[in-house]
Every structure is written in structure tokens, then in C-alpha cells.
């Protein structure tokens, strides 16, 4: 039997870590973030999709896709996260247990980061541990799989 399918999805401007605010979202890239999730995912029996778009419809489609086909979403929708309607209604259609992420505290930020349309959708949040909010997500996605 194949492992359960976990998909990340990651917005915009999350290609730039490293080098984009390296005091607010850390050093490592977006290449690390994987490396470490794949890593973490094997470890657990998952297997993962790892992907990143500056588009929102990119991430509209991901998600959709996933209708059926993933055991959960890991969903760190950067900027997209305060605006994106669109967004939340491809989590709710795709009917998968997702868990959104954040690098940085987002309750300590600008005000107009404090609302997520992705909590919406989603069954919990990961916000202010860095690159290791996604191996928590994955930690709970696991947990939350076994357990259904």
C-alpha cells in the first residue's frame, strides 16, 4: 500500500527566503524547508508534494488537485493568506485536512496580518517556530491521519 500523500503548498515570495528578511523569516531556503519536510515525511510513512507559486491560481489548481488524491495540505499561503477568498474556497472544496503554517508570528505583526481566510479551512495554525512549523504541521497531519 502506497503512503499517504501530503501536500505543501506555498505562496508567494517564499522563493525568496534566504535572502528576503532573513531577520523576520530566518536564513534557510525554501529548498532547505524541503529537504528537512521530505526528510521528516519519510520518517512518519508519508509521502510528500512540495510545491511553491508566486500565482495564486498555481495554488488554487494545487489544492483542488488534491481533492481525492491527498491524505492532507500543509498550506503556508504567505500574503495570500489575509486576501485570498479564492483560496479558501478551493481548501473547503477539496475536502482535506489541512494545517497552515507561518515562519513568523503573525500575531506580532502589521495588524492587517493578524486575519487568515486559511484558518477558515483549516484545522489548525503553525505560526512563529520558523521552517520547524512545517515539521510540526507534518507531526499533526500524521496524528491526524493515524487517528481516522
Known amino acids: 500500500m ?17 535572502k528576503r528578511q532573513p531577520e523576520v523569516y530566518g536564513r534557510e531556503t525554501l529548498a532547505d524547508i524541503e529537504t528537512a519536510a521530505r526528510s ?8 510528500v508534494e512540495f510545491r ?5 491560481g498555481d495554488l488554487v489548481d494545487w489544492i483542488q488537485g488534491a481533492r481525492g488524491r491527498c491524505a492532507g495540505i500543509i498550506v503556508n499561503a ?4 489575509h486576501t485570498s477568498i479564492a483560496i479558501l474556497d478551493a ?3 477539496a475536502e482535506v485536512t489541512c494545517v497552515e503554517v507561518h ?24 505560526c512563529g517556530f ?11 497531519l500524521a496524528r491526524l491521519i493515524r487517528e481516522s
Open 40 to 47: 521528516h515525511a519519510a520518517s512518519l510513512g508519508l509521502d
Open 103 to 126: 515562519l513568523s508570528n503573525i500575531h506580532q505583526r502589521e495588524e492587517f496580518r493578524h486575519s487568515s481566510f486559511v484558518s477558515k479551512a483549516a484545522k489548525g495554525m503553525i
Open 130 to 140: 520558523g521552517s520547524h512549523g512545517y515539521i510540526l504541521a507534518l507531526d499533526a
Open 78 to 81: 504567505g500574503a495570500y493568506t
Open 2 to 18: 502506497a503512503n499517504p500523500t501530503i501536500l505543501i503548498v506555498n505562496g508567494p515570495n517564499l522563493n525568496m527566503l534566504g
Open 91 to 93: 481548501l473547503l472544496a
Open 52 to 56: 511553491q507559486s508566486n500565482h495564486e
